[in-house]
């Protein structure tokens, strides 16, 4: 018998733990934890354990294909290639659109976002941050100079105090939930602010219910609190940060008592958390889509900069703001440029000493310096008609955007689609062309983590039939489109890595021996002497004076708030068993644990409504209707109802609102759209 255990990094969530495939007779057959991983020290969660399952699945694609009168038939590689070749030289570039894969290694999205850019001509390339953290990058970026996560996973050990706002850390990120918990256990005191009573919430030494998305007023009155008690950290404020004066006046509108009227906090509770945060010694934030998904999502993410800048919790450890990514890889896909705005390393596209930089290491010529389309901007652009053809990298739109209804229609509007993917999903049905590509477990490369820690990851076994890397695509499809052969000629993964070092200034003392262990590099890693950076900000922020900026920030609230009509708040969530649907839901397992949707609904609402627990319900918005379960519990506030986004029979997306964008970011809110409940037969 051969076995054998290849070293590697969970597909799942920004984590990013340690984990061993165990390889029998060339088929992965199991997962064993990484013991030495300084992320997830031998403990994987349910995701991670039972990943494997959708590697030798009988459903991946093997085979290019193309879709004829309706259906689908194979393809050759050559056939398909000279199709999408064709379609992408004949129409202008600004017709034209790329969604690349955070799921995928940084140099499978490095050579995507090269071959739209120097093949295509278009700077249309964005990816799913938009829809989870992009008010992360555009909002730290603001605040301290960088949109990243300030400290590592290991720093809450140290802290006193934690402030989770937004985060389901147990279900949504389940290993740095157990960091917290550890920090609790050494005596950290943990604060959790969240509309509903989750799983997290249950661990808090103090529970915060708020209502769904007024962050920025309960942050403003704690902020009112700490100034008016005298407790700022003066001596930060004055040597590392500016416009404090702006800030202060704007927060002393914001008494606690005028921030219960908008958050239903009583003001008291306001006080006594300000209080208890501004007085630890080393107090972290930690947040996540709770505070992004909003249509002020870059301003709820520049309040938690306030705080901590406010109270002097930036650059030690046990302190800091620290955002919890979603996707394996969505810090590498920012870093690696899959941006309309930004080339890799944060460059800015709009920048015309920028662009000449960058083509000059690449070897071409001008780009154009207007920015391209972001993904709600696309969508939009394909439903007027206006984007035509649409390249789509392991995404799942039509389950993972907001309005299904939109979003099909906009598909159903392009002139050619592509969709390149490990399965046929909902989104690959609309393609005219589904391409074959290698999963996680087939390919070296490297993934980011939410705390900018780069990490190897191994090939345990062949990719099935003709599928391949996605470089390899984009490199054959250059070639064919006529680009210069040097530009997109690789030898493998690593031999693309020695590039991106060289535009990518946050990685360019990363090589593969430094990377091969355990612990690995975190970013900003600028030469080969240096130790890569675990905690930021230390002495200065990223701006150039070095200094953090307080952004004043009113209230705006949701932009659909419930009325007559749709009398409810509706927020949409993840589940520890589920990472979106394409994945997850094909491992049995994982699927068999929750395998499909319900709507939480207050026991109050319920009664209201005549519905009991497990009574199938309607529940409509504006934008559509969809019948589904009822959870009644009391574990969330009256007004607010709360479904899972995983499940395609029963999708949240499909209510949710695709026209409330964050303008800031492009951010549309998930987190707050408003629907009706009734029972079924009742118009
Ligand atoms: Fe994978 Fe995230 Fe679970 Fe770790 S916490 S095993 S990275 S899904």
Redesign the pocket.
């Known amino acids: 018998m051969n076995i054998k255990y290849v070293p590697t990094i969970?597909p799942?969530?920004g984590?990013?733990?340690g984990?061993n495939l165990v390889v029998k007779d060339e088929k992965v057959v199991g997962v064993e934890p990484w013991k030495r991983h300084p992320v997830?020290e031998g403990k994987?969660?349910p995701?991670?354990n039972f990943?494997y399952e959708i590697i030798h699945r009988e459903d991946r694609l093997t085979t290019p294909l193309i879709k004829e009168n309706g259906e689908f038939r194979e393809a050759s590689w050559e056939e398909a290639y000279d199709l999408i070749a064709s379609k992408l030289g004949a129409y202008d570039p600004k017709e034209i659109g790329f969604f690349c894969c955070a799921r995928s290694p940084n140099e499978n999205i490095y050579v995507n976002q090269k071959f739209a850019r120097i093949v295509v001509g278009t700077q249309n390339i964005d990816h799913c941050a938009r829809l989870c953290h992009g008010p992360t990058v555009a909002g730290l970026a603001a605040s301290f100079g960088s949109g990243a996560m300030t400290n590592s996973y290991a720093s809450f050990e140290d802290a006193d105090l934690i402030f989770s706002i937004g985060a389901n850390s147990l279900e949504a990120?389940?290993?740095?939930g157990r960091k917290l918990m550890r920090a609790k256990m050494k005596g950290a005191y943990f604060i959790v602010a969240d509309p509903r009573y989750t799983p997290t919430a249950k661990q808090a030494d103090q529970y915060i219910p708020f209502k769904t998305g007024t962050d920025v007023a309960l942050m403003n009155a704690m902020m009112n609190v700490i100034i008016s008690e005298g407790l700022e950290d003066k001596k930060f404020i004055e040597e590392r940060t500016k416009n404090y004066e702006e800030l202060k006046e704007v927060v002393s509108k914001y008494t606690p008592e005028m921030a219960e009227k908008i958050t239903q906090v009583p003001a008291e509770i306001i006080r006594d958390i300000a209080i208890k945060y501004a007085k630890a010694d080393k107090a972290a934030i930690v947040y996540s889509l709770g505070i992004t998904e909003h249509s002020h999502g870059v301003d709820n993410v520049m309040q938690t900069a306030n705080l901590a800048m406010l109270t002097g919790n930036i650059g030690r450890l046990g302190t800091g703001v620290n955002p919890l990514r979603g996707q394996?890889n969505v810090q590498g896909a920012c870093d690696m440029g899959a941006l309309p705005t930004d080339y890799p390393g944060y460059r800015k596209v709009a920048d015309n000493e920028v662009m000449k930089d960058i083509t000059c290491s690449w070897g071409c010529s001008d780009f154009s310096c207007e920015p391209g389309l972001k993904i709600p901007e696309m969508i939009d652009a394909a439903a007027k008609g206006d984007l035509k053809v649409l390249y789509v990298t392991g995404e799942d739109p039509v389950i993972s955007d907001p309005d299904t209804h939109h979003v099909e229609e906009a598909l159903n509007n392009l002139d050619f689609f592509v969709v390149q993917d490990i399965f046929m999903t909902d989104t690959a049905q609309f393609a005219d062309v589904v391409l074959p590509a290698a999963c996680w477990a087939e390919q070296e490369g490297t993934f980011t983590n939410g705390e900018r820690r780069v990490q190897l990851i191994r090939k345990a076994v062949d990719a099935p039939g003709e599928a391949k890397y996605d470089w390899e695509i984009f490199c054959d499809l250059a070639k064919k489109m006529g680009a210069d052969p040097e530009m997109f000629t690789y030898e493998s993964a690593q031999d693309i890595f020695e590039e991106v070092r060289t535009v990518t200034p946050q990685y360019a003392g990363m090589n593969r021996e430094r990377l091969e262990r355990p612990e690995a590099l975190h970013w900003p890693c600028p030469s080969e002497d240096h130790p890569g950076t675990a905690m930021m900000h230390v002495e200065k922020f990223a701006h150039p004076d070095g200094l953090g900026i307080f952004m004043p920030l009113e209230e705006q609230g949701p932009q659909e708030t419930p009325d007559e009509e749709y009398p409810l708040l509706l927020t949409t969530t993840r589940l520890l068993f589920h990472?979106h649907a394409a994945m997850t839901r094909r491992a049995h397992t994982l699927d068999r644990e929750v395998p499909t949707g319900y709507v939480e609904i207050n026991n109050e609402d319920a009664v209201e409504l005549g519905i009991v627990n497990n009574e199938k319900v309607k529940v409509r918005s504006r934008r559509g209707e969809i019948e589904i379960n009822a959870r009644v519990t009391p574990d969330i506030l009256k007004g607010i109802v709360n479904i899972p986004m995983h499940f395609r029979e029963c999708s949240a997306n499909i209510l949710t609102n695709a026209s409330a964008i964050d303008p800031k970011s492009g951010m549309p809110e998930y987190k707050a759209c408003a629907v009706a409940i009734t029972k079924m037969g009742v118009a």
């Open positions: 969970c799942y969530c984590v990013g733990c984990m997830n994987l969660c995701k991670g990943c990120h389940p290993l740095v394996n990472y």
